[in-house]
Every structure is written in structure tokens, then in C-alpha cells.
């Protein structure tokens, strides 16, 4: 059983472009730094797993796992040292995303700005498109 990682966020990205790069998802550094983070206490994972689920009242919301291994049809994204597994069902929704860290005062999370989505639930949680 894999155990969560943390909680993520989803943005819809309309006002900015985000550029087309042969990875179906780009991570900025802060989200590299924080996966290098919890992976250094976690010898046994070899990355993070990303996929998609039914929830929330827009529809879908995105998981973040450990992982200890690459599934049969899991695309994999490596960048700067990290391993990003995106399962099959989350591959579409994630085509030109930025996974993102932020930090503030009152929370910490893994934002996904997405170029692709149509709504999202008002605390930002689910998503559609």
C-alpha cells in the first residue's frame, strides 16, 4: 500500500502560457527540492506517483504517492534527480502542467497549474475539463 505524500492543489491557468516541453509535466525547483526532501528519508521509494481520482464536487482531484516501482503503463517524467510517475488515467490531465510547491503562513502544498482546465471546486481541490 502506498502512503500519501501530502495535499495538492489544482489551478486553472488561463492569463499565462505555459510553454510545451517533450514531459508531460514540468516541475518548478521549490517542488523538486521539497520531493528530494521527503525521499531522502524514504530509501526504499524510487519516486512519486501521480494519478487522478473520482472526488470532490468538480469531478476529479489529483494524488500524490510514494512509490517503490514504475507500473506497467505509468509514463515516467524525470526531472533534476526525480522520478514523477503519472498513471494512465492522470496522463491526459496532466499533458503541459507545472507542479509547483508553496508555502505560506497557514499552509504548505503541491499546486498543479493546469493549462487545461474548464472549473474548479471553490476551495480548489477538484477539478474539471
Known sequence: MASSVVRATVRAVSKRKI???R???TLTPSAVQKIKQFL???PEHVGVKVGVRT???NGLSYTLEYTKSKGDSDEEV???GIRIFIEKKAQL????TEMDYVEDKLSSEFVFNNPNI???CGCGESFNI
Not at 490531465?93 to 503541459?96: A, I, K, M, N
Open 78 to 80: 524525470v526531472q533534476d
Open 93 to 96: 490531465t496532466l499533458l503541459g
Open 19 to 21: 510553454q510545451a516541453t
Open 40 to 42: 531522502k528519508d524514504k
Open 23 to 25: 514531459a508531460a509535466l
Open 118 to 120: 474548464k472549473g474548479t
Open 55 to 57: 472526488r470532490g464536487c
